[in-house]
């Protein structure tokens, strides 16, 4: 047993000393990247209950939890990032694409800190980081599993990053990421614009672009969990904005089990989203501040590895699943996100799934929110792979799957068949009648 503990500490220190050394490349791996335990730490932390509440094995909504908790605290680390002028939807692509990598530059001032507990202290890693060269900043993420370090001097950053890579901060290695330049904000403007759009861009964020003013579909975040479709409704057309169609997925309330708001919705207008973003942006329903962007699949215009939302596409695939989860955990987990038309998973003759499940949705704005939420989490430890589904591929392949099924059941009866009159003739059954 030492041995054994012997070759795998030798093995954890050359894939460490690996990390290390291919750790200045500008392509990095899972951007979303949180720790398991601390998404336990912080949910049992803001929850005011004890982690093995959490984690009571006893409990079958258990793996659900801890992936709705996970993704929770990537969409919050995601909006804390834009915040600060680090966009995702351009560093994911690159963690998982070589071609995509070389279209969008990183910054050379300004790291991204990965893989932190939910101990981290801010004047810590700030002390750590400043060894290495005068910052512009040093901003730890209110979840506490992130964090942005820049500063002032490249070569300073560099350094840092060369000394601080996979070092052990408490009891864990620090994952570190070059932060991406976001084109949209360095990108000069040599085309004269409208002046209406012209006029709407200057008072939008700087992640919006002009290429998507001629979106018609708009994501609402915010929203009180009272305020219902037609209270979102008419805040719009009150200004003056004409609305094709509202949508407000509903979840599964965990203690009353009853359909409550997700506290996000779709608006889809029968205009582009310029003058809505302009009037509406940051206005006030039910007392609280309504949050506006453009509703797209993150990291279609990057050359992301998925594929764009087909026009009204309401159905999914999510890969990679556990085989200890099982068809009723896949529903709990994607009927946050929406109402369920349909879950199937595909099955072996062993009665196993396949380790794929074919969800879809009642409509294109719910499919396309479980799509942008469920793209980095995790669910009894392994990544969901989520994907658009083809129609006729999905068609086909169950189809092909199933008749081989029957195929191979009618086989094995011919089978048992052969193989029981074999045994009759050699013991004489056969000659009964003579």
């Not at 994952?175 to 084109?183: F, K, N, Q, R």
């Not at 199933?402 to 013991?427: E, F, G, Y």
């Amino acid at each position: 047993s030492e041995d054994r503990a012997g070759a795998g500490g030798d093995y954890k220190a050359m894939k460490e000393a690996e990390r290390r050394g291919k750790a200045l490349e500008a392509t990095g791996w899972n951007a979303s990247h949180i720790r398991s335990d601390a998404v336990v730490d912080t949910l049992a932390a803001r929850m005011g209950i004890k982690k093995s509440e959490i984690l009571a094995r006893d409990d079958s909504g258990m793996a659900v939890r801890l992936a709705l908790g996970e993704t929770s605290l990537i969409n919050e680390n995601k909006k804390f990032l834009e915040e600060e002028g680090v966009d995702l939807s351009v560093l994911e692509p690159t963690a998982s694409s070589t071609s995509s990598s070389s279209k969008s530059k990183r910054s050379d001032t300004m790291i991204l800190v990965k893989n932190l507990p939910s101990s981290a202290d801010g004047m810590e890693l700030t002390k750590l980081m400043g060894k290495h060269g005068a910052m512009n900043r040093f901003v730890l993420a209110p979840s506490k599993t992130v964090a942005i370090v820049d500063f002032v001097q490249a070569t300073d950053a560099k350094r840092a990053f060369q000394a601080i890579a996979f070092k052990r901060y408490q009891h864990v290695p620090l994952y570190l990421e070059w932060a991406p330049l976001v084109d949209g904000k360095k990108r000069p403007s040599n085309q004269k614009e409208e002046s209406v759009l012209t006029e709407a861009l200057a008072s939008l964020p700087t992640t919006v672009s002009p290429d998507d003013m001629d979106s018609t579909c708009l994501h609402v975040k915010n929203l009180n969990f009272t305020s219902d479709e037609t209270q979102l409704r008419q805040l719009f057309e009150a200004k003056g904005i004409k609305v094709r169609s509202v949508s407000i997925p509903k979840k599964i309330h965990h203690r009353s089990k009853d359909k409550v708001s997700a506290g996000y919705g779709f608006v889809e207008l029968k205009e582009p989203v310029g003058r809505a973003l302009q009037r509406l942006q940051s206005a006030v329903l039910d007392g609280h501040t309504l949050e506006l962007s453009v509703s797209r699949t993150k990291g279609a215009k990057q050359g992301a590895s998925i594929k764009p939302q087909a026009a009204g596409q309401t159905k999914l695939v999510c890969r990679n699943v556990a085989f200890q989860a099982n068809r009723g955990e896949l529903r709990e987990l994607f009927t946050n996100f929406g109402q369920l038309k349909s879950l199937r998973m595909p099955v072996k003759p062993n009665g196993q799934h396949r380790g794929f499940a074919f969800v879809e949705y009642t409509t294109a704005h719910e499919a396309l929110g479980a799509m942008e939420s469920l793209s980095a989490t995790h669910l009894y430890g392994r990544h969901l792979v989520m994907e658009w589904a083809e129609e006729k591929a999905l068609g086909d392949t169950a189809a092909s799957k199933d008749k081989a099924i029957q195929d191979s059941k009618k086989n094995a009866r011919v089978t048992k068949n052969h193989k029981r009159a074999t045994k009759d003739m050699a013991d004489g059954d056969g000659f009964e009648g003579f």
